[in-house]
Protein backbone atom coordinates (compact mmCIF):
# COMPACT_ATOMS: atom_id res chain seq x y z
CA UNK A 1 0.00 0.00 0.00
CA UNK A 2 1.36 3.15 -1.12
CA UNK A 3 2.21 6.10 1.66
CA UNK A 4 0.10 8.30 2.04
CA UNK A 5 1.81 11.73 1.25
CA UNK A 6 2.44 15.02 3.42
CA UNK A 7 0.55 17.87 3.48
CA UNK A 8 1.51 21.05 2.00
CA UNK A 9 0.76 24.96 2.22
CA UNK A 10 2.09 27.86 0.47
CA UNK A 11 5.18 29.26 1.33
CA UNK A 12 4.13 32.98 1.06
CA UNK A 13 0.72 34.52 0.40
CA UNK A 14 -0.37 35.00 -3.17
CA UNK A 15 -3.19 37.74 -4.13
CA UNK A 16 -5.57 37.75 -7.47
CA UNK A 17 -8.62 40.23 -8.02
CA UNK A 18 -11.33 40.95 -10.77
CA UNK A 19 -14.51 41.62 -10.97
CA UNK A 20 -17.65 38.60 -9.94
CA UNK A 21 -19.18 37.32 -12.87
CA UNK A 22 -22.91 37.17 -11.82
CA UNK A 23 -22.41 40.08 -9.11
CA UNK A 24 -19.87 42.15 -11.47
CA UNK A 25 -18.86 43.59 -8.38
CA UNK A 26 -14.71 43.80 -7.62
CA UNK A 27 -12.95 41.49 -4.94
CA UNK A 28 -9.85 40.40 -4.21
CA UNK A 29 -8.88 37.38 -2.78
CA UNK A 30 -5.05 36.65 -0.23
CA UNK A 31 -4.44 33.23 0.17
CA UNK A 32 -2.80 32.67 3.51
CA UNK A 33 -0.01 30.22 4.32
CA UNK A 34 -1.87 27.89 7.28
CA UNK A 35 -1.03 25.15 10.01
CA UNK A 36 -1.38 21.61 9.57
CA UNK A 37 -4.38 20.03 9.54
CA UNK A 38 -6.31 23.56 8.31
CA UNK A 39 -7.96 22.29 5.17
CA UNK A 40 -8.41 24.98 2.83
CA UNK A 41 -10.86 27.45 4.72
CA UNK A 42 -12.11 31.09 3.38
CA UNK A 43 -12.44 34.23 5.79
CA UNK A 44 -14.70 37.24 5.11
CA UNK A 45 -12.83 40.04 5.59
CA UNK A 46 -15.77 42.10 4.37
CA UNK A 47 -17.86 40.50 7.37
CA UNK A 48 -18.60 41.81 11.12
CA UNK A 49 -16.15 39.22 12.79
CA UNK A 50 -14.17 37.90 9.43
CA UNK A 51 -16.33 34.57 9.55
CA UNK A 52 -14.53 31.01 8.47
CA UNK A 53 -16.31 29.24 6.22
CA UNK A 54 -14.07 25.71 5.80
CA UNK A 55 -14.72 24.26 2.30
CA UNK A 56 -16.38 21.23 3.18
CA UNK A 57 -19.09 19.22 1.06
CA UNK A 58 -21.41 19.30 4.32
CA UNK A 59 -21.15 23.44 3.72
CA UNK A 60 -22.69 22.73 0.23
CA UNK A 61 -25.94 23.92 -1.06
CA UNK A 62 -27.13 24.20 -4.64
CA UNK A 63 -27.08 27.28 -6.55
CA UNK A 64 -27.21 27.86 -10.64
CA UNK A 65 -23.95 27.06 -12.35
CA UNK A 66 -21.92 27.78 -9.46
CA UNK A 67 -20.84 26.24 -6.59
CA UNK A 68 -22.11 27.85 -3.21
CA UNK A 69 -20.51 27.34 0.69
CA UNK A 70 -22.44 28.66 3.36
CA UNK A 71 -21.62 28.38 7.46
CA UNK A 72 -23.54 30.06 10.02
CA UNK A 73 -24.73 33.09 8.21
CA UNK A 74 -21.64 33.95 5.79
CA UNK A 75 -21.36 32.52 2.46
CA UNK A 76 -19.46 32.72 -0.75
CA UNK A 77 -19.92 31.40 -4.05
CA UNK A 78 -18.28 30.69 -7.64
CA UNK A 79 -15.59 28.73 -5.28
CA UNK A 80 -15.08 26.12 -8.06
CA UNK A 81 -12.09 27.75 -9.54
CA UNK A 82 -10.17 29.04 -6.70
CA UNK A 83 -10.88 25.27 -5.05
CA UNK A 84 -9.60 23.57 -7.95
CA UNK A 85 -6.39 25.18 -8.24
CA UNK A 86 -5.39 24.64 -4.63
CA UNK A 87 -6.35 20.72 -5.17
CA UNK A 88 -4.67 20.72 -8.12
CA UNK A 89 -1.66 22.62 -7.37
CA UNK A 90 -1.06 19.95 -4.51
CA UNK A 91 -2.13 22.75 -1.49
CA UNK A 92 -3.94 21.16 1.67
CA UNK A 93 -3.84 23.83 4.38
CA UNK A 94 -4.58 27.10 3.16
CA UNK A 95 -7.00 30.30 4.41
CA UNK A 96 -8.44 32.11 1.61
CA UNK A 97 -9.21 35.84 2.32
CA UNK A 98 -12.00 37.43 0.35
CA UNK A 99 -14.01 40.89 0.48
CA UNK A 100 -16.98 39.80 -1.35
CA UNK A 101 -19.07 36.57 -1.19
CA UNK A 102 -18.77 36.29 -5.03
CA UNK A 103 -15.18 35.02 -6.21
CA UNK A 104 -13.58 36.52 -9.29
CA UNK A 105 -13.92 35.39 -12.52
CA UNK A 106 -10.72 36.28 -14.32
CA UNK A 107 -11.16 35.08 -17.50
CA UNK A 108 -13.49 32.42 -17.10
CA UNK A 109 -10.74 29.93 -15.94
CA UNK A 110 -8.35 29.18 -12.95
CA UNK A 111 -4.99 30.00 -14.47
CA UNK A 112 -4.17 33.22 -12.84
CA UNK A 113 -4.99 32.06 -9.50
CA UNK A 114 -3.17 28.83 -9.85
CA UNK A 115 -0.13 30.85 -11.29
CA UNK A 116 -0.62 32.72 -8.22
CA UNK A 117 -0.36 30.09 -5.98
CA UNK A 118 2.69 28.44 -8.01
CA UNK A 119 4.58 31.39 -7.78
CA UNK A 120 4.20 31.74 -4.34
CA UNK A 121 6.18 28.30 -3.93
CA UNK A 122 5.34 25.31 -1.50
CA UNK A 123 6.26 24.49 1.89
CA UNK A 124 5.85 20.45 2.95
CA UNK A 125 5.23 19.30 6.70
CA UNK A 126 5.53 16.31 8.69
CA UNK A 127 2.21 15.60 8.81
CA UNK A 128 0.55 13.08 6.68
CA UNK A 129 -2.05 14.23 4.22
CA UNK A 130 -5.87 13.05 4.39
CA UNK A 131 -6.13 10.94 1.91
CA UNK A 132 -8.55 8.36 0.49
CA UNK A 133 -8.21 5.28 -1.41
CA UNK A 134 -11.09 4.31 -3.65
CA UNK A 135 -11.53 0.53 -3.96
CA UNK A 136 -15.15 0.24 -4.37
CA UNK A 137 -17.62 1.76 -7.66
CA UNK A 138 -19.35 5.12 -6.21
CA UNK A 139 -22.01 5.91 -8.56
CA UNK A 140 -23.58 9.34 -8.55
CA UNK A 141 -26.44 10.26 -10.89
CA UNK A 142 -28.67 8.53 -14.09
CA UNK A 143 -27.70 6.99 -17.45
CA UNK A 144 -27.93 10.20 -18.93
CA UNK A 145 -25.82 12.61 -16.24
CA UNK A 146 -23.55 10.73 -13.91
CA UNK A 147 -20.11 10.86 -11.83
CA UNK A 148 -18.54 7.15 -11.01
CA UNK A 149 -15.34 6.84 -8.78
CA UNK A 150 -13.29 3.44 -9.29
CA UNK A 151 -9.97 2.18 -8.01
CA UNK A 152 -7.46 3.47 -9.78
CA UNK A 153 -5.40 1.72 -12.47
CA UNK A 154 -2.62 3.97 -11.73
CA UNK A 155 -1.49 5.64 -8.41
CA UNK A 156 -2.66 8.80 -7.96
CA UNK A 157 -6.17 10.29 -9.44
CA UNK A 158 -7.19 10.29 -12.54
CA UNK A 159 -10.41 12.15 -13.94
CA UNK A 160 -12.22 11.58 -17.22
CA UNK A 161 -14.95 14.16 -18.45
CA UNK A 162 -17.06 13.38 -21.49
CA UNK A 163 -19.09 16.41 -22.35
CA UNK A 164 -22.07 15.73 -25.46
CA UNK A 165 -24.98 18.50 -25.48
CA UNK A 166 -26.08 16.48 -28.27
CA UNK A 167 -26.06 16.81 -31.92
CA UNK A 168 -28.13 20.57 -32.11
CA UNK A 169 -25.46 22.05 -29.73
CA UNK A 170 -22.63 24.29 -31.33
CA UNK A 171 -20.83 23.16 -28.07
CA UNK A 172 -18.78 20.47 -29.97
CA UNK A 173 -18.88 17.27 -28.07
CA UNK A 174 -15.20 16.08 -26.36
CA UNK A 175 -13.64 14.04 -23.88
CA UNK A 176 -10.94 15.32 -21.74
CA UNK A 177 -8.38 12.97 -18.87
CA UNK A 178 -5.31 14.05 -16.72
CA UNK A 179 -3.96 12.22 -14.43
CA UNK A 180 -3.72 15.37 -11.54
CA UNK A 181 -0.53 16.93 -10.52
CA UNK A 182 0.98 20.24 -10.21
CA UNK A 183 2.32 19.69 -13.69
CA UNK A 184 -0.47 18.62 -15.73
CA UNK A 185 -2.76 21.42 -13.74
CA UNK A 186 -1.12 24.41 -14.60
CA UNK A 187 -0.66 23.74 -18.17
CA UNK A 188 -3.40 21.54 -19.33
CA UNK A 189 -6.44 22.39 -17.03
CA UNK A 190 -6.37 25.49 -15.47
CA UNK A 191 -6.17 27.38 -18.60
CA UNK A 192 -9.43 26.07 -19.91
CA UNK A 193 -12.65 28.75 -19.69
CA UNK A 194 -16.13 29.02 -18.83
CA UNK A 195 -18.29 28.75 -21.55
CA UNK A 196 -22.02 29.24 -22.96
CA UNK A 197 -24.20 29.20 -25.44
CA UNK A 198 -25.05 32.45 -27.10
CA UNK A 199 -28.75 32.03 -26.12
CA UNK A 200 -27.97 31.40 -22.74
CA UNK A 201 -25.88 34.13 -22.14
CA UNK A 202 -28.80 35.87 -23.53
CA UNK A 203 -30.86 34.57 -20.75
CA UNK A 204 -28.59 35.47 -18.28
CA UNK A 205 -28.40 39.29 -19.08
CA UNK A 206 -31.95 39.85 -19.70
CA UNK A 207 -31.99 38.47 -15.70
CA UNK A 208 -29.81 41.44 -14.85
CA UNK A 209 -27.22 39.07 -14.19
CA UNK A 210 -23.40 39.15 -15.65
CA UNK A 211 -23.88 42.64 -17.45
CA UNK A 212 -20.69 43.26 -17.91
CA UNK A 213 -19.51 40.05 -18.98
CA UNK A 214 -18.73 40.32 -23.05
CA UNK A 215 -17.45 37.69 -25.91
CA UNK A 216 -13.71 38.41 -24.42
CA UNK A 217 -14.59 37.24 -20.82
CA UNK A 218 -14.77 33.54 -21.81
CA UNK A 219 -15.99 31.71 -24.46
CA UNK A 220 -19.46 31.95 -26.00
CA UNK A 221 -20.76 29.94 -28.55
CA UNK A 222 -22.34 30.74 -31.27
CA UNK A 223 -23.57 28.87 -34.44
CA UNK A 224 -20.47 29.38 -36.16
CA UNK A 225 -17.98 28.34 -33.12
CA UNK A 226 -16.46 30.85 -30.02
CA UNK A 227 -18.06 34.04 -30.75
CA UNK A 228 -15.06 37.17 -31.13
CA UNK A 229 -12.69 34.36 -29.47
CA UNK A 230 -10.54 31.13 -29.79
CA UNK A 231 -10.53 27.85 -28.09
CA UNK A 232 -7.17 27.28 -26.11
CA UNK A 233 -7.09 23.35 -26.66
CA UNK A 234 -9.39 21.67 -29.47
CA UNK A 235 -11.19 20.01 -26.34
CA UNK A 236 -11.34 23.33 -24.51
CA UNK A 237 -14.87 22.93 -22.78
CA UNK A 238 -14.31 19.49 -21.41
CA UNK A 239 -11.02 20.22 -20.11
CA UNK A 240 -13.06 23.10 -18.39
CA UNK A 241 -15.60 20.55 -17.06
CA UNK A 242 -12.32 18.51 -15.40
CA UNK A 243 -11.60 22.07 -13.52
CA UNK A 244 -15.01 22.79 -12.40
CA UNK A 245 -15.18 18.28 -11.18
CA UNK A 246 -11.62 18.77 -9.40
CA UNK A 247 -13.06 21.56 -7.55
CA UNK A 248 -15.90 20.05 -6.55
CA UNK A 249 -14.09 17.02 -5.92
CA UNK A 250 -12.15 19.05 -3.33
CA UNK A 251 -15.19 19.95 -1.09
CA UNK A 252 -14.27 16.01 0.42
CA UNK A 253 -11.55 17.15 2.32
CA UNK A 254 -8.98 14.03 1.34
CA UNK A 255 -6.58 13.74 -1.88
CA UNK A 256 -7.81 11.14 -3.79
CA UNK A 257 -6.05 7.78 -4.79
CA UNK A 258 -8.56 6.38 -7.83
CA UNK A 259 -10.61 7.17 -10.92
CA UNK A 260 -13.31 9.25 -11.44
CA UNK A 261 -15.12 9.53 -14.78
CA UNK A 262 -18.16 12.12 -15.13
CA UNK A 263 -20.40 12.22 -18.72
CA UNK A 264 -22.04 15.64 -18.83
CA UNK A 265 -22.47 16.24 -15.22
CA UNK A 266 -22.24 19.43 -13.57
CA UNK A 267 -22.01 21.24 -10.23
CA UNK A 268 -24.39 19.24 -8.36
CA UNK A 269 -23.16 15.84 -9.30
CA UNK A 270 -19.91 16.71 -8.89
CA UNK A 271 -20.64 18.16 -5.20
CA UNK A 272 -22.75 14.90 -4.30
CA UNK A 273 -19.94 12.99 -5.11
CA UNK A 274 -17.70 14.70 -2.91
CA UNK A 275 -20.28 14.42 -0.19
CA UNK A 276 -20.67 10.75 -0.87
CA UNK A 277 -17.16 10.70 0.06
CA UNK A 278 -16.74 12.85 2.93
CA UNK A 279 -19.42 10.90 4.46
CA UNK A 280 -17.45 8.19 5.17
CA UNK A 281 -15.59 9.46 8.32
CA UNK A 282 -14.29 6.69 10.13
CA UNK A 283 -10.52 6.83 9.80
CA UNK A 284 -10.62 2.75 9.30
CA UNK A 285 -12.64 2.93 5.61
CA UNK A 286 -10.39 5.51 4.59
CA UNK A 287 -9.18 2.62 1.82
CA UNK A 288 -12.53 1.30 1.34
CA UNK A 289 -15.00 3.71 0.19
CA UNK A 290 -18.43 1.66 0.04
CA UNK A 291 -21.09 2.17 -2.63
CA UNK A 292 -23.56 4.80 -2.36
Known amino acids: ?24 KSVSLTFLPAKPDTGIVFRRVDVVGKPMIPA ?36 DNCIVECDGAEMPGMDGSAY ?11 ITCDQPARYR ?14 VEANRAQVPGLTLVYHLDYGPSSPIPSTSSSCLLNPEEFLTSIAPARTFL ?3 DAAKLQQSGLAQHVTHRDLVIFGKSGPIDNQLRFPDECSRHKLLDLIGDLALCGHRLDGMVFACRSGHNLN ?22
Open 56 to 91: LASHRTDAQLRTKLVCGGASVEMVEHVLAALYGMGI
Open 133 to 146: RIDQTIRIGDDQAY
Open 112 to 122: AMALAIHQAGR
Open 197 to 199: TES
Open 1 to 24: MMQAPLQNTIAHLAHVSGRGYWSG
Open 271 to 292: GRMAESIQSISDPASDSLLKAA
